[in-house]
Every structure is written in structure tokens, then in C-alpha cells.
């Protein structure tokens, strides 16, 4: 598993709730555009962390224990084991061939057509569509639901943070 972060910019404040970013006009394009498209489509989820505001962090706000998030992975775990049982070298939804993905990755109209919309407007590539995919899919089976459904696409679309129009574009 690759885990990596970058600065959204080179001064580091792009898109900070109440800093200001100080590069100069095509700055922080130049500076994402040195990953290049196909690295990022090969990447599953990219997320943005804005910093949090310190009334936040002293809120003591009740969130899913460890436990519970390990409990939730595993038993997503052992769904995949056996929807890939009959299949050698495919052991989870991430390994899942475009075949694969359309029996197991099956969507209804209503996510479909968010789907398609999401793809129009964030102009993502097809590699990028079969990413969300298999993000939904896993996203669903973490949720135990046997069905896609069109929280779980909409869950997933907002994990290619990077390949939107929106950032430094
Ligand atoms: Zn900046």
C-alpha cells in the first residue's frame, strides 16, 4: 500500500481556511503538474486536508473507536475473500479487471447517472473511472450493502479531489 502527501502549493497556504496563499499566477498549476496524470489516475483516493481550527480539536466530539473502523475492515476483508474465491490473483476490489468490475461493480440508473455527470464535469479519465469504481465498491461492502448505491459512487467521486478542474485550475 503507497500512502503519500504534498503541500498544495509551494508556499503551502493554497485553499487554507484563513491564511493567504502568496504564489503567483500559475504557480500552484505548474507545481501539481509535475505528477503527472497517469501517476495520479493510479492512485485510489486522493483527499485534501485543510487544517483544523483549534475550537474544533478542544470539541470532544464522539467519533468510531479503532476498534470498530478494524471490526468494519475486516469483515470488508472477508467479503472480497469470497467474491474472489474462484478467481487466483484476485484477492480484493482494487485488483478487480474491467470484467470483474462489471458484474461486481454494477450500478443503478440514479448512480450511474451521477456518475456520468461527475466524469463530464470533472473531466476524469477512464482510468479514473474505474477507480471509483472500485473505491464505491469497497465503500459498499464496508457498509455491508450488496448493492452499489448512489452514496457510496457520490462517497467515492469525492476521493479524486485532484483530478477536479477546481484545484489551481
Ligand atoms: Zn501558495
Known amino acids: 500500500m503507497l500512502v503519500a502527501s504534498m503541500n498544495p502549493c509551494p508556499c503551502g497556504y493554497y485553499n487554507h481556511p484563513y491564511r493567504q496563499c502568496i504564489c503567483g499566477p500559475g504557480v500552484v498549476q505548474r507545481y501539481l503538474s509535475k505528477i503527472s496524470g497517469p501517476l495520479l489516475d493510479r492512485i485510489d483516493i486522493h483527499v485534501e486536508i485543510v487544517p483544523v481550527p483549534f475550537e474544533k480539536l478542544a470539541e470532544s466530539q464522539?467519533?468510531?473507536?479503532?476498534?470498530?473502523?478494524?471490526?468494519?475492515?475486516?469483515?470488508?476483508?472477508?467479503i472480497q475473500l469470497e467474491r474472489f474465491k474462484d478467481t487466483p490473483n484476485v484477492h480484493c476490489n482494487a485488483q478487480m479487471s474491467s470484467k470483474q468490475l462489471r458484474k461486481y461493480a454494477e450500478l443503478n440508473d440514479e448512480a450511474m447517472t451521477m456518475l456520468k455527470n461527475a466524469m463530464l464535469k470533472l473531466n476524469l479519465s477512464a482510468r479514473a473511472y474505474d477507480r471509483i469504481l472500485k473505491v464505491a465498491r469497497t465503500i459498499s461492502d464496508l457498509d455491508n450493502s450488496e448493492n452499489i448505491e448512489t452514496h457510496h459512487i457520490s462517497e467515492a467521486i469525492t476521493y479524486r479531489n485532484l483530478d477536479r478542474e477546481g484545484w489551481a485550475g
Open 62 to 78: 464522539p467519533s468510531e473507536t479503532s476498534k470498530n473502523v478494524r471490526e468494519r475492515v475486516i469483515k470488508a476483508r472477508m
